[in-house]
């Protein structure tokens, strides 16, 4: 039996890209409030600098005193480019695939393999791409910048611009492995540090490494913040076992959320590694206004549009391989990155 193998128009290929569930995602869904397209390689944002002045003081005979002026701030930055890309070879749709019975007459066809198997390749590219920008997310709001290198890609550092004492590291006896170090000082502390900041904003929500978790939950300031029969005390913690997820809720301190998240990926040169630190603790607010950003996709069967991606499929006839391809130029850019703060605080 002959088997036809004709390329998928980029509808349809979109249509199996949708129906393809995203990966958890714990930096992207606390963080990112927009989304953009540019149709040009860069990202060009404007930030209004808005003071805090006092409207002047006059008597009601004088003239009207002017204070207004419009100041703003200008950046740009070029989003980086993914560009996944797998075979699918016709023979691997004559052969039997994992879970298809072996003596049931009603086993899949060639033509419905191939479909499955780029069904499969296009889950793959989408699981890379999305795990791709939730480290891009958690990259900005933790260190203030994303520093972009791969086998294909020269060494490029993307800085938000974070003010330098928003990257604090603890060292002694401040360590929060103490039980007796001052952790609600300590975040109070940068609380403030965070609220005054320019492009800063409050904190709602306190996210801590693996590693810190322990600790935390020890320590006799947070314990204090969890006796009801202190005055001014408010709190609600899970001191007890937890539900073992990637990313989960420990309750809550004064007015702030606490979060653990211990999600990782895989390194090019083998082993993994945390999104988020294990001995650090990040600080973010409502207003970081994290923008997830696209450029335009240099092909042109995209006809140059930004799209989030733009998978492709084509044939080589001699040797038949049919190639499945995914294309994306994201960047997750804080608008406010002083609205975060990262902790160190394990030595």
């Given at each position: 039996m002959s088997i036809e193998i004709s390329p998928l128009d980029t509808n349809t290929l979109l249509g199996f890209y949708r129906e393809v569930p995203a990966p958890s995602n714990y930096f992207r869904n606390l963080l990112v409030s927009s989304v953009i397209n540019s149709e040009d390689e860069f990202i060009d944002f404007e930030k209004l600098v808005e003071g805090r002045k006092l409207a002047p003081l006059v008597v009601p005979t004088a003239q009207g005193v002017p204070m207004y002026s419009e100041a703003s701030r200008m950046s740009r930055v070029k989003p980086a480019y993914l560009k996944p890309k797998d075979p699918v070879s016709p023979g691997r749709a004559i052969k039997r695939r994992p879970g298809e019975g072996m003596f049931s007459p009603n086993s899949m066809s060639p033509r419905g393999r191939f479909m499955a198997i780029i069904g499969d390749i296009l889950r793959t590219h989408r699981s890379a791409i999305e795990r791709r920008l939730e480290w891009m997310c958690a990259e900005a709001a933790i260190h203030g910048k994303v520093t972009l290198a791969g086998e294909n890609y020269p060494t490029t550092v993307v800085d938000f611009g974070r003010n330098a004492d928003h990257t604090v590291v603890l060292t002694g006896v401040a360590t929060w492995d103490n039980v007796d170090a001052d952790i609600v000082g300590d975040l109070n502390t940068w609380i403030e540090r965070v609220r005054r900041a320019e492009f800063g904003g409050p904190v709602n929500r306190v996210t801590l490494g693996k590693d810190v978790v322990d600790p935390f939950l020890r320590n006799k300031?947070?314990?204090?913040?969890?006796?009801?029969?202190?005055?001014?005390?408010?709190?609600?913690?899970?001191?007890?076992?937890?539900?073992?997820?990637?990313?989960?809720?420990?309750?809550?301190?004064?007015?702030?959320?606490?979060?653990?998240?211990?999600?990782?990926?895989?390194?090019?040169?083998?082993?993994?590694?945390?999104?988020?630190?294990?001995?650090?603790?990040?600080?973010?607010?409502?207003?970081?206004?994290?923008?997830?950003?696209?450029?335009?996709?240099?092909?042109?069967?995209?006809?140059?549009?930004?799209?989030?991606?733009?998978?492709?499929?084509?044939?080589?006839?001699?040797?038949?391989?049919?190639?499945?391809m995914t294309q994306s130029s994201p960047i997750e850019v804080p608008v406010n990155p002083n609205n975060t703060l990262f902790a160190t605080v394990l030595a």
């Open positions: 300031s947070v314990r204090e913040h969890l006796d009801t029969q202190i005055r001014g005390t408010n709190g609600e913690l899970n001191i007890g076992i937890r539900t073992g997820e990637y990313s989960e809720r420990l309750g809550r301190l004064g007015n702030l959320e606490i979060w653990t998240t211990s999600d990782f990926y895989e390194l090019p040169q083998g082993g993994t590694k945390e999104f988020m630190p294990a001995k650090g603790v990040l600080l973010t607010g409502p207003n970081i206004n994290m923008v997830e950003a696209y450029g335009a996709i240099l092909d042109d069967k995209a006809n140059f549009n930004a799209l989030p991606v733009f998978p492709k499929q084509w044939t080589n006839d001699d040797p038949a391989v049919t190639f499945v």
